[in-house]
């Protein structure tokens, strides 16, 4: 690269629970720098997710972070030009991606969802990602098929 890379950002954890993870998922949430309205979002529906999963022995914080693991994905599949042809070549992916990934897909998904608030989605897409159902968790197995239907292409990886 000619220019240096740039320096990572530090990232103040979230005024509830202490944690990275959260402010992390409320900068992806945010629209137009409005930060206050997505942590309302963001905790309203970890409110309506601890309502309706009651009866859990987890807080809603661990639901949503298991939500998280079972959405993340450990391979991705990236175009790759050799000869002419295009490959689509699976390679692992780093740890900060894998956590992006994740997180923009979640919130993805629940954007797409029928629902009336911001915080009702969020919440189902959350209880669904923790049931391993719903859009995000299908993005994920449909990412990993794609990686293992390509993995004749594995030894072109950069």
Known sequence: MRKAKPKKRVILPDPVFGDLKVSKFVNHLMYDGKKNKSYEIFYAALNIVSEKLSNEEKSALE?????????????????????????????????DRKESVSMK???????????????????????????????AFKRKEDMHRMAEANRAFAHFRF
């Open 63 to 95: 639901i949503w972070k298991q939500a998280l693991e079972n959405i993340t994905p450990l391979v991705e599949v990236k175009s790759r030009r050799v000869g002419g042809a295009t490959f689509q070549v699976p390679t692992e992916i780093r740890a």
């Open 105 to 135: 897909n979640l919130i993805l998904f629940a954007r797409k969802r029928g629902g009336k608030t911001m915080a009702d989605k969020l919440s189902a897409e959350i209880m669904d990602a923790y049931n391993e159902q719903g859009g």
